[in-house]
């Protein structure tokens, strides 16, 4: 599992950031710098995407594979004690790490997830996750980017087009396609009402163990975090303090200085 670090590699202040399905660590490159002075930033690319390796079986592209991905990173970090920035599956993975017992997470920020997902959200996702497209021209690629990441809300020319480079890459023939392997897919096709029922009461009961300070941040416009579910995360397990960003849906990019604030102030604050 490939990783990018941010500030000084000794400060025991360890800051773990993990994107989301289909996305990399270099989503957080404007708020690592900026966190950098004061944390050991870590952006690690889930295995599947990015710099990281593929796996043989896409059965195993889920939370619990991550999860114990995740161990063995931190366990590599040697970090005693972290905060956690998990942005949608990132997310998930978070909550699962931060229930277990005697897990080394002090502070825990969830962009845009809960135990519950929506349903038509998730079918949008798994919609697209698998499509083997290519592009002619890096442009092509960038508006298709653009397009169907929408929902991140307002972004500047100059961003989306980060936005769109971080996650595509040129093949031998030169053809511009996504940086991750579309096997990722599997096990969304492979879902099942019934395992989807399980799993969402799996990730409740995660939910409700963890015991850290935790800020739940939704863009106001989500259609994959509902507004009750967000609710019900601010009365049981941490009681998330909830903040909604005004004008994004799922999810947002923390590439803002507004954003990154909230961030910034929540982790800053619970420090002191």
């Known amino acids: 599992m490939a990783y990018k670090e941010w500030g000084d590699s000794h400060n025991p202040n360890v800051l773990v950031c993990v ?22 930033v870590v952006c690690p690319d889930v295995v599947g995407r990015g710099r990281s390796g593929r796996l043989r079986d896409p059965q195993y592209y889920v939370i619990p594979q991550y999860v114990s991905d995740m161990v063995t990173l931190l366990a590599k970090l040697g970090a005693e004690s972290l905060d956690w920035f998990g942005t949608s599956m990132g997310g998930l993975i978070g909550m699962a790490l931060a229930s277990l017992p005697d897990n080394p997470i002090r502070r825990l920020v969830l962009n845009d997830i809960g135990p519950s997902i929506n349903a038509s959200a998730l079918a949008r996702i798994g919609e697209y996750i698998g499509q083997d497209m290519r592009f002619v021209t890096f442009d092509e690629a960038a ?47 492979a879902m099942t009402p019934e395992a989807a029922s399980i799993g ?16 739940l941040v939704r863009g106001q416009q989500s259609d994959l975090l509902l507004p009750e579910v967000a609710q019900a995360m601010t009365q049981r397990g941490p009681k998330a303090r909830l903040v909604e960003i005004a004008g994004v849906g799922h999810a947002p990019t923390f590439m803002h200085a ?9 982790l800053f604050a619970a420090s002191t």
């Open 200 to 215: 969402e009461a799996m990730l409740w009961a995660a939910y409700d163990a963890i015991r850290c300070p935790t800020l």
């Open 19 to 40: 994107h989301g399905v289909t996305r990399v660590g270099d989503d957080f490159d404007v708020m690592a710098r900026a966190l950098s002075d004061t944390y050991r």
């Open 143 to 189: 508006q298709y980017i653009r397009a169907i990441s929408a929902t991140f809300g307002p972004h500047t020319d100059e961003e989306w087009h980060k936005l769109a480079a971080d996650v595509l890459r040129q093949d031998q023939d030169g053809k511009w396609h996504r940086h991750y392997d579309l096997n990722l897919a599997a096990p969304f096709k």
């Open 258 to 266: 507004d954003q990154i604030k909230l961030a910034q102030d929540f």
